[in-house]
Each structure stands twice: as C-alpha cells, then as structure tokens.
Nanobody, 122 residues
Framework: QVQLVESGGGSVQAGGSLRLSCVYS??????MGWFRQAPGKEREGIAS????????YYADSVKGRFTISQDNGKNTLYLQMNSLKPEDTAMYYC?????????????????WGQGTQVTVSS
C-alpha cells in the first residue's frame, strides 16, 4: 500500500500563485500525477512526472502556468501553480501509478490522496 497526503491548497485571487505538496510513503518508480475535479466535472489529469526518466507531461489548460516536480529524497511531489484563473478552482489530488500507461487517465493510477481544495476568485 502507498499513502499520499496533499497540502497547500487555499483561496487566492486570480493571477496569484499556490504551491501544492504531496508526501508519499513509497515511490514505485512510475508516474506521479496531479489531477483535479470540479463539481459536476470529470476528474482531469493536469500534470505528471516520470522522475526516473526526467519526463514531465502537462494538460494544455495548465501548460506554461503550472510546474510539476518531485524530490524523492523527501518523498514529496510538488505542483507550482502560477497565474491562477477562476477556472482552476477544483479539488486537487495527487496520485501514483504502478505502470507507464497513459499519464492523464485516472485508470493508470492505483494510489490516491484525499485531495486539497483550491479556490480562485475573480
């Protein structure tokens, strides 16, 4: 079993920044990802990292504004979010996969945190 705990969410005005953190108990060497889900919407993959091979992936909606990084020495995944928009408002989840399939599909990931809320006001 892998445990993941997110933190760093909160309320911010449009144009502001937040940094999310996710502490995990173990890393199995595959994707670490960030997903978000707004009420009435499907869970959306927004960023992922395959640290072993120095590969990152981003959804078009956040590319250029968000940066994913991983410090495995600290067992921590980060999501730096800049230039936040009201449409970024959602519950944000970190997750860990057990394979190298599609990075942005929830089905790829077996382990999930409980989420941290991000609210962006206009």
């Amino acid at each position: 079993q892998v445990q993941l705990v997110e933190s760093g969410g909160g309320s911010v005005q449009a144009g502001g920044s937040l940094r999310l953190s996710c502490v995990y108990s173990r890393y199995n060497g595959y994707f670490m990802g960030w997903f978000r889900q707004a009420p009435g919407k499907e869970r959306e993959g927004i960023a992922s990292i395959f640290a072993r091979y120095r590969t990152t992936y981003y959804a078009d909606s956040v590319k250029g504004r968000f940066t994913i990084s991983q410090d495995n020495g600290k067992n921590t995944l980060y999501l730096q979010m800049n230039s936040l928009k009201p449409e970024d408002t959602a519950m944000y989840y970190c997750a860990q996969s057990s394979s190298a399939n599609s990075w942005n599909r929830a089905e790829t990931y077996q382990y999930w945190g409980q989420g941290t809320q991000v609210t962006v006001s206009s």
